[in-house]
C-alpha cells in the first residue's frame, strides 16, 4: 500500500534543504558536491531518525500502546528521538543501551544523547551481555515482557532485518522529496552517498528511488558491520520495504552498493578519515558533522571523490542523517589539550 496510508505522526520539519557544497566542492576538485539536510528535520534535535520514528509512533498508537521499547548505542540518535518523541505523545519509554564504544572520554558515558535521553524521561537499561546484535533483540522482548506485567502496553521498535522497516518508509518519502528538489532545482542527481547502519535510511531511500522509477546509485558507507553482511541487510530490507508499498520487484541485487573502506575498527571507533571529514566540512562549510555516522559517511564520499569515482561532470548528493549531539560526547578527540 502506499506510504500515505501507514499510520503515522508528524514530527520532521520537511522537506529539508538540499544545498550545494561549493567549498568541498572546489577543494576536492572532483564532481558537484550537494547535501541533503536531514540534519535539520528538527524535532529534538533532528535526523534521520525524526523520518523513521513518525512510522514507528503511528503504529505504536495505532496499537494502543503506552510504552516505546527500543535499543541502541549509550550515544545512540535513535534513543533519543525515540525518548523524545514517547515524551511529545505522552508515552512511556524504555531504552536497552549498549555500550559499544568502550574506553572513550567520560562525556561518552554523560553527554550528547546520553544526556538527552535523560532529559527526555526515558529509563534507561544497561546492557552488558557480548555484543550480539540477536541477544540485545531478545532482550528486548524480556522488557516487553516486564511491563506487560506491570499492567502496561508495550510497544518494541526492532531495527533487525527480520522485523517490517517501518521507518524505510520515512526514507521512501524522502526519496521522493529528493527528486521533487531535483527536478525543481534544475539539478540531475547521479549518486546520493549516505551511512548505512541498521539500513532502515538505506533500504528506504533505494526503495523510494526504484519505486519512482530512478536509477539514482544509492552508495553506503558501513558504519556497522563489514560489507558482505551489511549488502545482505540492505538487499533483504530494500526488498521488505518495497513489498510494503506494494511494488516488490524494484530491488535488484546489484542496486545494492556499499563499502567498508572507511568503517575502521567498529562501530563508534574513531579513523584518522572520519578526523579529517568533521573538520574539513566544518572549516570548510560550517556543517557539522557527527564521529560515529556522518563523519565516516563524509570520509568515504572524500575518498570516493579522490579515487575518481564519479565523473567530473557528475552531481553527488551527501545525505546528511544528523547525529550532532554525539559530537560533544567525542570532545576530547577534537580538543584534546582542554582540561
Ligand atoms: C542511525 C543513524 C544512521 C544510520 O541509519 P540507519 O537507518 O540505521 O542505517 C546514520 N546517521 C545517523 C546520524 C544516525 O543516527
Known amino acids: 500500500m502506499p506510504v500515505s496510508q501507514f499510520p503515522r505522526v508528524s514530527l ?78 505522552g508515552l512511556a519509554c524504555e531504552l536497552q543501551v549498549e555500550n559499544l564504544a568502550h574506553g572513550r572520554d567520560p562525556e561518552y558515558m554523560t553527554s550528547g544523547n546520553a544526556l538527552l535521553q535523560r532529559l527526555f ?41 527480520d522485523h517490517p522497516p517501518l521507518g524505510a518508509l520515512g526514507y521512501v518519502d524522502a526519496a521522493g522529496e529528493l527528486l521533487g528538489q531535483a527536478a525543481e532545482q534544475g539539478v540531475t542527481i547521479d549518486a546520493v552517498v549516505l551511512p548505512s547502519g541498521s539500513a532502515g535510511t538505506h533500504a528506504g531511500m533505494l526503495a523510494g528511488l526504484r519505486a519512482a522509477g530512478s536509477p539514482v546509485r544509492v552508495m553506503g558507507i558501513c558504519i556497522r558491520r563489514d560489507a558482505a553482511s551489511q549488502a545482505e541487510r540492505v538487499l533483504k530490507r530494500a526488498r521488505m520495504t518495497a513489498e510494503l508499498i506494494g511494488q516488490p520487484d524494484v530491488i535488484d541485487a546489484d542496486d545494492v552498493w556499499v563499502t567498508d573502506d572507511y568503517f575502521g575498527p567498529g562501530y563508534g571507533q574513531p579513523t584518522p578519515g572520519m578526523m579529517e571529514a568533521v573538520t574539513m566540512t566544518a572549516g570548510r562549510e560550517g556543517l557539522l558533522l557527527d564521529p560515529v555516522y556522518t563523519g565516516k559517511a563524509m570520509a568515504g564520499l572524500i575518498g570516493l571523490v579522490r579515487t575518481c569515482e564519479f565523473d567530473a561532470d557528475a552531481t553527488v548528493v551527501f545525505l546528511h542523517t544528523g547525529g550532532t549531539p554525539a559530537l560533544f560526547a567525542y570532545r576530547s578527540l577534537f580538543a584534546p589539550d582542554e582540561a
Request: charged residues 25%; aromatic residues 6%; hydrophobic residues 35%.
Open 12 to 89: 520532521a520539519q520537511v522537506p529539508t534543504p538540499l544545498e550545494d557544497m561549493a567549498n568541498l566542492t572546489r577543494d576536492l576538485g572532483g564532481p558537484r558536491l550537494m547535501v541533503k539536510r536531514d540534519d535539520c528535520t528538527g524535532f529534538a534535535m533532528g535526523g534521520n531518525k525524526v523520518r523513521q520514528a513518525e512510522f514507528y509512533v503511528g503504529d505504536a498508537l495505532d496499537k494502543g500502546a503506552d510504552t516505546l521499547i527500543t535499543s541502541g548505542a549509550v550515544q545512540s540518535n535513535h534513543a533519543r528521538v525515540t525518548a523524545a518523541a514517547a515524551a511529545r505523545f
Open 121 to 161: 524521561g526515558a529509563r534507561l537499561h544497561p546492557y552488558t551481555e557480548g555484543g550480539s546484535e540477536e541477544g540485545a533483540d531478545d532482550n528486548l522482548e524480556r522488557m516487553a515482557d516486564d511491563v506487560r506485567t506491570r499492567g502496561g502496553r508495550p510497544y518494541v521498535i526492532h531495527l533487525g532485518p
